[in-house]
């Protein structure tokens, strides 16, 4: 089957560090790969995807490259801020898995200032 | 398009009543999820429709928990009788199809049952 496993959080970094959240997944089909955001109080919301192998999706600073040779979808960004706090899930959804999308544990990022 | 509505975002109740949270897909939207965050088990799937049709409840935890979606912009997760385990954030999701595509979250009901 799918799933999605992710740096266990949180991640505490001071304003203008570097992030790497790590993210790693096993899939049957041909998985689209995607980060999703949570601020509190609120839903999940698409923060970068990418459909194919070596594809880099980026999204406000964010960026992620598939990886299909190390199975792996890795979070950057080159310099945080206190806005970015918040909770930061993986996710795939893969033709072998009925277009559910699959989940990680979410990786909750906390920036001091 | 308003994405995806949830009502209502907060519910309390006490132990043994029925509860009932909505959702309205956006528009043109094929599949509608039901998920429940908690920070014990993260975020499950509950069940899960493809045009209006439930493809997999597997994820539904007992029978007390039931969904349906009398059409393409409705669709309901009951709990009958509530428990205080039943505690949670729960979200609707919907998309469209194919694996390519993003889901769009609803807000979430917080949900406490006392």
């Known amino acids: 089957g799918n799933s999605v496993t992710q740096m266990e959080g949180p991640v505490t970094l001071s304003e203008e560090a570097f992030l790497t959240i790590n993210c790693t997944y096993t899939?049957?089909?041909?998985?689209?790969l995607f980060w999703y955001v949570q601020y509190p109080g609120e839903g999940l919301q698409l923060l970068l995807k990418?459909?194919?192998?070596?594809d880099k999706g980026s999204n406000k600073g964010f960026e992620a490259t598939y990886r299909k040779e190390t199975t792996s979808f890795h979070l950057e960004k080159g310099s945080v801020q206190v806005s970015d706090s918040a909770v930061y899930f993986c996710?795939?959804?893969?033709?072998?898995?009925?277009?559910?999308?699959?989940f990680g544990r979410g990786t909750s990022l906390i920036v001091h200032p | 398009d308003a994405g995806v509505i949830q009502s209502p975002r907060h519910e309390v109740t006490e132990m043994g009543q029925e509860v009932t949270l909505r959702c309205k897909p956006i528009?043109?939207?094929?599949?509608l999820f039901w998920y429940r965050q908690t920070m014990m088990r993260g975020l499950e799937l509950l069940i899960y429709?493809?045009?209006?049709?439930?493809?997999?409840d597997s994820g539904m935890p007992e029978d007390r928990f039931s969904a349906k979606m009398p059409n393409a912009s409705f669709s309901t997760l009951k709990i009958q009788p509530s428990e205080p385990r039943d505690s949670a954030v729960y979200f609707c999701?919907?998309?469209?199809?194919?694996?390519?595509?993003?889901?769009?979250f609803g807000q979430g009901t917080r949900l406490t049952v006392v």
């Open positions: 429709f493809n045009n209006n049709v439930p493809i997999d």
């Open positions: 899939a049957t089909g041909y998985p689209s």
């Open positions: 528009s043109g939207h094929d599949y």
């Open positions: 999701a919907s998309s469209r199809q194919g694996e390519r595509t993003e889901a769009f």
């Open positions: 990418a459909t194919k192998a070596d």
């Open positions: 996710a795939l959804r893969s033709t072998g898995g009925s277009y559910i999308p699959t």
